[in-house]
């Protein structure tokens, strides 16, 4: 299994911008695909965006659609949420997690490891 680290949360008015970040250790990172999913309090946690290990496929919940943008860099064990076009309903606590498999998913069983998870809240 990976460990993942994600860090870029915090508070952002309105319309504004935030990029997450993930890091993940281990040298077996390009074998995985990686996903970002969400949880308000009270709520189950829900899928965002997942990429698959080389970086060529994404898939994003129609929540996000065209705002949000996972990337990822193989070299830096690293995987991104550029996140545009904030909503007050975006704000959430946003977790990272690997799945051993080449290609995305967006369940939340598919996936190995999370992340401690970073808050974002978006003020209106």
């Known amino acids: 299994q990976v460990q993942l680290v994600e860090s870029g949360g915090g508070l952002v008015q309105a319309g504004g911008s935030l990029r997450l970040s993930c890091a993940a250790s281990g040298r077996t990172f390009s074998s995985y695909a990686m996903g970002w999913f969400r949880q308000t309090p009270g709520k189950e946690r829900r899928f965002v965006a997942t990429i698959n290990w080389s970086g060529t496929r994404t898939y994003y919940a129609d929540s996000v659609k065209g705002r949000f943008a996972i990337s990822r860099d193989n070299a830096k064990n690293s995987v991104y949420l550029q996140m545009d076009s904030l909503k007050p309903e975006d704000t959430a606590v946003y977790y990272c997690?690997?799945?051993?498999?080449?290609?995305?998913?967006?369940?939340?069983?598919?996936?190995?490891?999370w992340g401690q998870g970073t808050q974002v809240t978006v003020s209106s």
């Open positions: 997690a690997a799945r051993r498999d080449y290609g995305g998913s967006y369940l939340e069983d598919d996936y190995d490891s």
